[in-house]
């Protein structure tokens, strides 16, 4: 009986699973309006309401000197030793600087000598807020990547994070680890692009759940039978007979006859 109620379930299931396909498949006209307004008012909210922005990048590789460490045997093993072990500590020790570039102290320093060269107004928020960082893993490089809406701004930014980084870096650790520029800034001459694709597809996708969800509910809520079939599907119970339709195209154009001459 256990494996005969399982089977039952399984198969109303499947057959409320077809039901619902075949309801979306007879309102397909409705789910395909809905994606095309939602893929519409994605693009329009894209358009209106999102700002091109520039984006310039500054890598940096960080390596640990002890001059202790320097000394090798005639197998030179000890210096192979003192390599791996400064990698590994200038690797643990970025994320600890990468916290400290966030900080306010930090971000003013660097606020600062933008307003002095560029004649700028910013803040140590406006700093904060412009760049973030990523690490390459299994090495001892970061980039910080500067994003704002002025493709001059992006560019000096990161510039000045060329000269603050490696000065914040040696006063942090006392020389112990020294930072260089790997790959220079350089000045955005094309924006990001604002997601048109992407965010038409999201509304296309969003227009069509929203649809699917209206149709089905709507059939839900509808308590009306339809037909016999249902009537049988619903109660259990044989049909007797069906009462036809009143209403035929000829009556109904009589009746709105009638009404005419009413009205006169």
């Known amino acids: 009986m256990f494996l005969q109620s399982n089977g039952d379930k399984s198969m109303n299931i499947d057959e409320n699973v077809q039901k619902v396909v075949k309801l ?11 994606m095309l307004i939602g893929a519409l008012l994605a693009g329009v909210y894209t358009a209106k309401f999102t700002t091109l922005t520039y984006t310039s990048s500054v890598e940096f590789l960080a390596a640990a000197v002890d001059p202790a460490h320097e000394i090798s045997d005639s197998t030179g ?23 400290i570039f966030k900080t306010n ?8 000598e933008m307003n002095k060269k560029y004649y700028t107004n910013l803040s140590p ?48 650790n006392n020389g112990l ?29 969003a227009g069509l759940l929203i649809a699917a969800a209206y149709v089905i509910l709507r059939d839900l809520l509808d308590v009306r039978i339809k037909s016999a079939e249902e009537l049988s599907q619903r109660y ?20 709105k006859k009638n009404t005419k001459k009413e009205a006169k």
């Open 77 to 99: 093993e000890v210096a192979r030793t003192s390599q791996t072990s400064k990698m590994n500590y200038a690797m643990k020790m970025i994320d600890t600087y990468i916290e």
């Open 236 to 255: 259990d119970v044989p049909v007797l007979g069906s009462i036809p339709a009143f209403t035929t195209g000829k009556r109904s154009a009589a009746g």
């Open 24 to 34: 979306l498949l007879r309102k397909w006209k409705l789910l395909i309006l809905f």
């Open 177 to 205: 680890v020294q930072t260089t520029v790997e790959d220079k800034a350089i000045k955005p001459n094309t924006a990001e692009g604002r997601g048109y694709l992407k965010n038409c597809l999201l509304g296309a996708v």
């Open 105 to 112: 102290k930090f971000c003013s320093k660097v606020a600062g």
């Open 125 to 172: 928020a406006d700093i904060k807020q412009s760049f973030t960082i990523e690490t390459v893993e299994n090495t001892a490089m970061f980039k910080l990547i500067v994003t704002t809406t002025n493709p001059t701004l992006s560019y000096n930014i990161a510039h000045q994070m060329e000269e603050s980084v490696p000065e914040q870096m040696e006063e942090t």
